[in-house]
């Protein structure tokens, strides 16, 4: 079920012109000059730039019947790939809204959160699949994920629901009734929006228009769902920085911002500031930094471990083809488990999430804007041996394809997939898909070289 998709209205006046396709691709590597939007205090200072009420974007009328009428209400976010701004974020504005109008509302997060989002989640409203067993809904809403295989535990908890309903961005078909464990007596509601970006601002024009049939929120309401709202906006758009963000999607950050948070910018990036102890940071680097100075007797037991794991060359790799025009960055799960513990010293609440989206933050995104294709390739050995490769790409669709090629999927250029193997398996078979792309018809660029 597909409705009302955002782009079928005119497109504010700051839509860039060349956020499709450059006609003529930038040489290899691609200079760091990936920004098509202006800078966001500039855009929201334009007056050019005009506020969009989210209350106007179309949202499916069966799927706000269906929240309307709920009374108990089950929101799942995916914690595959891990919990993120964007899920949590927009989980936390629907649930807060939902709560405001009286309703009863658990909030499934079933992964530990990166700090941003254990901050983000002042009031801790998320719980773990374990702790909501036995519960029932009326309506289970996934947010940001339209497959149940994503949202651990929360899975079982759908079997609970008397419906199922989907709110998501990212390039699906219809949401498949058996992936979400919706049989045919289990109504199934889905708004699917590819060119949205971010399922946030989904939840924002859910919000804006539930309003209409429930009391309004109070100023101070409107302000505790439109923060975690614009920190998903502001995540999945990389601060509006990313190619191929919408204007629209700008204009409708630019109202929740003014009219709903008093535009105060510094709230939202005030939200994102966590920051992985110095310890971790050191060991992530490639070479990685030790530090000489610890002075934790646990230290060093585990600077000895962290010197084996070196001598075997065990550590965090970024490796750059410049002149294939990708690179990749591969981390194995022993070093990352040390890295984990080491952070740990300083800092006790860290957890898997945050290394991984430390790594993300200093070699995937930074690699995107040097190489045509970045490659992140995480490796878990928690349970049989699997990789979780990530890739995001210069170009549309040459993140999406490779990702579908190796039977995943995502957005046009971001996008992934995991794969069962050690990391030194998957690297050859995603290398190798990358070589015959490259090889190919195609290449990496749609213009071709
Ligand atoms: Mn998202």
Redesign the pocket.
Known sequence: MRAGRMDDRPRAQLEPKQARAPADPPAVPRPATGRLLPPLEQALGDKELVPKDPATVPVPPELLDALHRAGRVLIAVHVQPPP?G??VGGALGLARALRAWGKSVDLCVDDPMPGFLRNLDVHNETRRAGQLSGRSYDLAVLV?VADAHRIGGAARLLERSAAVAVID?HQVEAPAPESLRAEAARPLLGWIEAECD??SLQVAAVVAQLERRNAPLSRGQWGSVALPLLVGAYT?AGGFRHAGVHADSLALFKFLLQRRLDGDLEAVRDALRWELPPIGLGLLQDPPTVPDDLQDPRALELLAELRALLEAGVRVKVERYEALGFGLTSVPDAYLELVVRAARLQEPEVNRNDVLRQIRRMHFLDLGHTVRLAINLIEDKRGSPRVTCQFRSWQPFVALELARSLGGGGHSRAAGVTLVGTLDEVKRRVHQRVLERVRGEDGLDSAGH
């Open positions: 993120d964007d899920g940001d961005h971010a399922a999945d």
